[in-house]
């Protein structure tokens, strides 16, 4: 994603809560911000408490207008941030190479539309356990799984989340897969066949996703939304 960003002029301010760095007290001195995943959850404030300054500037971005966008962790954290919740997906792990289930909401949203505009057997790849269960009242929906689960929101003009990973290929998920290789298996997944399937396909994955980095950063150069209402 820092690449494909980096490419189209974005200049990147990368801040590693979770190593230490500092995280800014407002976003006035940037144009967006994009909050990415993590192996801890949603709620684990107590062991890593970085996640309440995340959600308050989550907050403060609705407010003044700033352009977000949460990847996985960062998804759930913005529904919660709003008053979602979040917990383990009743339906186990997701894990895979699966079809974003655009929302009819999808087709005029100004971030996902020109995706949705592809119709179905759009890839994205996923590996999460938690997923947002219940959006926040103002949320809108902008794509889910066959079986309900939320893949994407919209959660404010400007803010939004998607539970997939469009920034990871084979050489990002490798490293998660040698981690979680023995829980994985002991779940069936066939980690080596999964690895496999990223891999093939890599072309379309970056092809489709960069897409979504284009349209994040023409809206962080638009004009902000100040005190737009949500929807």
Known sequence: ??????????????RRPYAGDALPPDLTAHGGMLVLGGEMGAHDDEQHPWLVQVRRLVVAAVGDGTPVLGVCLGHQLIAVALGGEVDRNPY?????????????????DRLFGPLAARGTGVPAVQWNNDVVTRLPDDAVEIARTPRDEHQAARFAPA????QWHPEAGEEIIGPWADNDR????????DVDAYLGHVAAARPRLRETWRVLAEQFVSVCREPRLVGAHRK
């Open 1 to 14: 994603m820092g690449e494909w960003l980096t490419d189209l002029g974005a200049e990147i301010d990368v």
């Open 159 to 162: 803010v939004w989340g998607v």
């Open 182 to 189: 023995d829980d994985a298996v002991e779940r069936g997944v």
């Open 92 to 108: 186990g792990q997701q894990i895979g190479v699966l079809d974003v289930g655009w929302t009819p909401a999808a087709a005029d």
